[in-house]
């Protein structure tokens, strides 16, 4: 298995423009997330998905859309970018078994944006 | 509501000493609690975790952890360092209350660790 793979890994955006940051995983897990690292404030959670078709907002939203069309795919838009948004960008994905959930997530490598 | 505090940004260490690196917690039911580490450059990865069982959690490298519930901490300690574990330490925690709870962790700011020699 890749795990959880995130393209591209460095990206350069100008303000105003738009792009999307892709995730994928191959373990056929049900819940995926995005979180934004910023020095001294850790990882803060923007959007999650409980399962395909399924999205909400987490704790930093605003700026980032999302959709989950299949299992495999939760790729986060940037519609209109701003240099607040200059951040690393990590995915993750988890799972439940048997009714059980692990709650442990495992990570993407990130990717590291720049707004300029 | 939940949140986790990670006492001291930064943190150092001789290779051989005692690595001490703490966390407190808030939760309004009984908490997940977990340990990542993040090498330069790199994605996450789980150190350990408390999910209700034992208190005294063991992970890899040596690393572990207690669940004190009276203090609302789950400190990281491993007995020796070494260079190796030079990196950046998240806690984070997550309530087992199912449904949307699936997806979210709350982090703590994270201890970035220095191994001297």
């Known amino acids: 298995n890749a795990g959880v793979t995130q393209t591209p890994k460095f990206q350069v955006l100008k303000t105003g423009q738009s792009m999307t940051l892709q995730c994928a995983q191959d373990m056929n897990h049900e819940y995926m997330s995005w979180y934004r690292q910023d020095p001294g404030m850790g990882l803060r959670l923007i959007h999650y998905?409980?399962?395909?078709?399924?999205?909400d907002q987490g704790e930093v939203p605003n700026g980032y859309n999302v959709s989950r069309s299949t299992t495999e795919d939760f790729p986060l838009r940037l519609l209109s970018a701003a240099p607040s948004q200059t951040s690393v960008y990590f995915c993750?994905?988890?799972?439940?078994?048997?009714?059980?959930?692990?709650?442990?997530?495992?990570f993407g490598p990130g990717t590291r944006l720049t707004v300029t | 509501a939940q949140s986790v505090t990670q006492l001291g940004s930064h943190v150092s260490v001789s290779e051989g000493a005692l690595v001490l690196l703490r966390c407190n917690y808030s939760s309004s039911v009984p908490p997940y609690l977990f340990w990542y580490v993040q090498y330069p450059n790199q994605g996450l990865q789980l150190l350990l975790k408390?999910?209700?069982?034992?208190?005294l959690v063991k992970g890899i490298n040596d690393f572990e952890a207690e669940f004190k519930k009276s203090e609302t901490s789950f400190h990281l300690t491993k007995p020796s360092a070494h260079m190796s574990d030079a990196a950046e330490y998240f806690c984070a925690v997550s309530l087992p209350t199912g449904g949307t709870s699936y997806g979210k962790l709350t982090f703590g700011q994270g201890t970035i660790l220095t191994v001297h020699p």
């Open positions: 408390y999910t209700s069982a034992a208190t």
């Open positions: 998905s409980v399962g395909a078709g399924i999205t």
């Open positions: 993750a994905s988890s799972y439940s078994k048997s009714g059980q959930h692990s709650y442990e997530q495992y």
